[in-house]
């Protein structure tokens, strides 16, 4: 964004940002078997209620009607962006919030100090290894 410019950022400079940072990064789907994407592009005009799926036989189901049926996620936010990625072959998108950001940005990796911090987070000992795994069994 323009550092140079007094004020919070436009929205348009905002999303051009967002895409900045968005665009060729590694996503895990956060339902389903959890497969990995690589992010396309990102749509700011039309969120999971507008945006539709083509199904096998021919019909077309909004985004956020089929992860309510196939995956019994309901969506929190009816405006969010959409993730473009690439699935099978075809353009697709997916809702932002049913996504994580794989590996560490690299604005994070070359902070010694927000490095630090991440590893504090997502250290655990034995005991908590066994705990999450008993927990996800």
Do not use: W
């Amino acid at each position: 964004m323009d550092a140079s410019r007094n004020g919070p950022p436009t929205y348009s400079e905002f999303q051009n940002e967002v895409k900045r940072q968005l665009i060729g990064q590694s996503i895990i789907a956060n339902y389903g078997i959890k497969r990995t994407y690589i992010i396309q592009d990102v749509n700011f005009d039309n969120g999971p209620c507008v945006t539709f799926f083509d199904l096998k036989d021919g019909q077309k189901i909004s985004v956020a009607k089929y992860f309510y049926k196939t995956y019994n996620l309901k969506i929190t936010d009816k405006r969010q962006p959409m993730l473009i990625v690439r699935a099978q072959g075809h353009a697709c998108s997916i809702p932002s919030e049913f996504c994580l950001v794989d590996g560490v940005p690299d604005s994070i990796r070359s902070n010694p100090a927000a490095m630090r911090t991440l590893l504090g987070q997502v250290r655990q000992n034995p005991q908590e290894k066994l705990d999450a795994i008993q927990k996800m069994i």
